[in-house]
């Protein structure tokens, strides 16, 4: 059984750092992409940042500068690092594991305050 299980979310005031981790079970995990994707109050899930199986990282425009992915093959974890946090990164955010197929965490809510 495939499980992925966010952690590290919580209330940060703008300005602030939080990172998140995602940890994989039921996966390959060195062989799987893995993202961390958001789904703000009234707007669909966007796309924060993935990393593949071979550590090359993407991000959204949004958040460049700003959001590091990172993987630990070893600890089955994949994290968000985000710095210089804006009241509009609030969100709910999600891993996901991307190989033969896709799986979803279940989310972890992050409140950027004014």
């Known amino acids: 059984q495939v499980q992925l299980v966010e952690s590290g979310g919580g209330l940060v005031q703008a300005g602030g750092s939080l990172r998140l981790s995602c940890a994989a079970s039921g996966i390959i995990f060195s062989a799987n992409n893995m993202g961390w994707y958001r789904q703000a109050p009234g707007k669909q899930r966007e796309l924060v940042a993935t990393?593949?199986?071979?550590?090359?990282?993407n991000y959204a425009d949004s958040v460049k500068g700003r959001f590091t992915i990172s993987r630990d093959n070893a600890k089955n974890t994949v994290y968000l690092q985000m710095n210089s946090l804006k009241p509009e990164d609030t969100a709910v955010y999600y891993c996901?594991?991307?190989?033969?197929?896709?799986?979803w965490g279940k989310g972890t809510l992050v409140t950027v305050s004014s």
């Open positions: 996901r594991a991307d190989r033969f197929f896709g799986y």
């Open positions: 990393i593949t199986s071979g550590s090359t990282t």
